[in-house]
């Protein structure tokens, strides 16, 4: 009885792939007489679907979720149907339970595709389907492969599969799984409507050959870019060319060819030229110019393609890859064998997040508009279904990389769709010791202690733009969970405990990629003592923010006790981690120092800003002795510059983001340590400073009831632009005058109280 059957099918035989990664292919036709304006399918899949109608690429997904929540799409597919027979083609990436997988999406032991049945179209029924053969994922490298997409792959033959008229009598009838079949308690079966946008799909072209990079006829390679003629390879050739994009990106690639039985094409992604790849001397390569393709070379991920021999231009063979690649240079290396094969064309669609900005700023000094640019196409690359570290190498959701990117996202947008799910899922990544991990949807353990004091922070922010009471309170189980892990490792003395190590343990003590921290992973070396400061110095912020959220949602009784045990905290603080000349500690006892133990007991409070500020001069002054913040950490250094009053020091150390123009790249580097990763959004700073710092716009109170605008000039002259909050958009202008204090002007919404100075 059709009561008894699910929304979900896949083979007849459901054990077909029981526990490897594999790429089905389902299909359904359909006769429209009349073309109707709105047509919906509902559809997800585990782990993965792309959809098609009528051979043209329409959506991909279900959004990422976890083991508790899965998500399906409701796409309305008129805009691609046409009169008489029309066909719903789709490829599902199933990751098996048995082999490597993406860390960031989940997946079960029930392979399949949704499809939901809007308005009685019998959309659930009526599926042919057959497997991939010749796909084959395989990992990054040999060791931390978490995005588990590229692919070793043969040309599929059937060459017309996804369009109308193909005879696909030889495939197998999909069957429904029976109802009980899938657990409607836990994924993939408890399903929720997609809880932000789709994402971008928009067509883009190649710039053309990089430099003199090309084994072949380097007009044709350009004409073939422009969309404009073909390139013949004759058999028993090997040819190599390498193409340039533009700017660093993200999108799904596709290649056409015809012929060339007995090829092999290799499809090389690389975010930039390195002058040496990575050897046992360096995990990764080393870099410069990222243009410099005379004396550096392409180093990426690669895929493998071979074809299956046929096709013509209107209908070729298509490398399309699963999954959307991150690239800024792409080199194609094709071998032929006894058959030629000619390149009918080569282009992507870009995707991402459909952010909107609308936020500009302009200043005195002209590199900051360069920076803001390569900032804005990081922030971009790095939303996809979540915000990610970094698209190129990982794709995952960290905890404090996140807290920067929604702030960003706020100051030129005031959109939080994404943040808002980003701040649920989170609040699915509690353990039973209360951290989150401290990067999600992940499917594996990873924790970083300090970071779930980031995500106290990210709902802090959230209070301030939006003041959403009734959002904000369901995470305050998650706030006391991680504060209350913070209490029960206090030691005797008053401080933090030792929590973590290295990147080797269970726990990492995380705090920044600084130089001088390089041999610990991040973590300062006094951790490998004993205890460190910065953990409890990010305690004490944790209680002091999570304070402020009680109190704002109505638990002043624990507000109360925050705020009691912050103080306490920062006494011992005081009492254990000092020197004798008042300079905070990197562990209680150890004489080793940084620049992050000052800003975080300064903007915490535990040290006053007049005390504070010659602790930050003495340690940005000696590097020798202070280790040094990373890119990670300038927005924290910023934030305590202003605090004390030095904000005009913040012009020279905009330095790295200058070094990365001089490089000519065009997104931002994770680290300057070993700028593992060219694009890492915690890096697009000045998308808050300019509009939030410089220009002075930020709220004032919870739900941007009372909008700031108090510009901090720093060691600009002048500064101008619109800034868009959740009330509305602010116009502001300001000018230095010769006796250094600036005339503002500003335009703002009607019925906002406006603070300032």
Known sequence: ??????????????????????????????????????????????????????????????????????????????????????????????????????????????????????????????????????????????????????????????????????????????????????????????????????????????????????????EDWNALCYGEGRVEIPAHSNIWVELDAGELTTGFLSLRLTGGQGAEVKLLTSEGYVLEPPSEQHWFPVKGDRTDWVHGLLCGFTDTFRPSGGGTPELPQEFAPFWWRTFRFVRLDICTGDEPLTVCGFNYLETGYPLDVQTEVTTSDRSLTDIWDISLRSLRRCMQETYTDCPFYEQLQYIMDTRSQILYTYAISADDRLARETIEMFSHARRYDGLPNCSYPNTGPNIIPGFSIYYILMLHDHMMYFGDKSFLRKYLGTVDGILDYFDRHLEENGIVGKLGTVNKGDYWSFIDWSPAWQKTDGMPSAGLKGPITMESLLYVLGLQRASELCDYLGRHDTAREYRERAAALQKAVNIHCLDSEGIYLDGPGVLEYSVHAQIFAILTGTVSAGAGKPLLVAALDNPAKFAQCSVAMYFYLFRALEKVGLYERTGGLWEPWRKMLRNHLTTCVENDTDQRSDCHAWGALALYELPAVTLGVRPAAPGYEKIAVKPIPGCLDYAEGTVITPKGTLSVSWQKQPDGTIKCNWTAPAGIEIIHD
């Open 1 to 218: 009885m059709n009561v008894w059957k699910s929304n979900w099918i896949w083979f007849q035989d459901r054990t077909i792939v029981r526990g490897r990664t594999c790429l089905a292919l389902f299909r359904r036709r359909f006769l429209v007489d009349t073309l109707p304006q709105r047509l919906i399918l509902r559809i997800s899949a585990d782990s993965r679907y792309k959809l098609y109608v009528n051979n043209t690429f329409v959506e991909y997904g279900p959004a990422k979720g976890d083991d508790q929540v899965w998500f399906y799409d409701e796409i309305d597919i008129a805009p691609w149907l046409r009169e008489g027979e029309n066909v719903l083609a789709v490829e599902v990436l199933h990751y098996g339970v048995l082999t490597p997988a993406n860390h960031s999406i989940f997946h079960s032991d029930t392979p399949g595709l949704y499809v939901g049945d809007v308005g009685g179209h019998g959309f659930n029924e009526g599926w042919k389907c057959r497997m991939d053969d010749g796909f084959r994922q395989i990992p990054e490298g040999d060791g931390f492969a978490p995005l588990q997409v590229l692919e070793d792959r043969d040309g599929f033959g059937d060459l017309a599969w996804k369009n109308p008229g193909y005879d696909d009598s030889g495939w197998e009838t999909a069957a429904a799984y029976p109802f009980d079949a899938v657990s409607r308690n836990i994924s993939p079966g408890n399903l929720f409507p997609r809880p932000i946008p789709t994402m971008l799909k928009i067509p883009q072209l190649f710039l053309g050959v990089m430099g003199e990079r090309c084994s072949a006829v380097k």
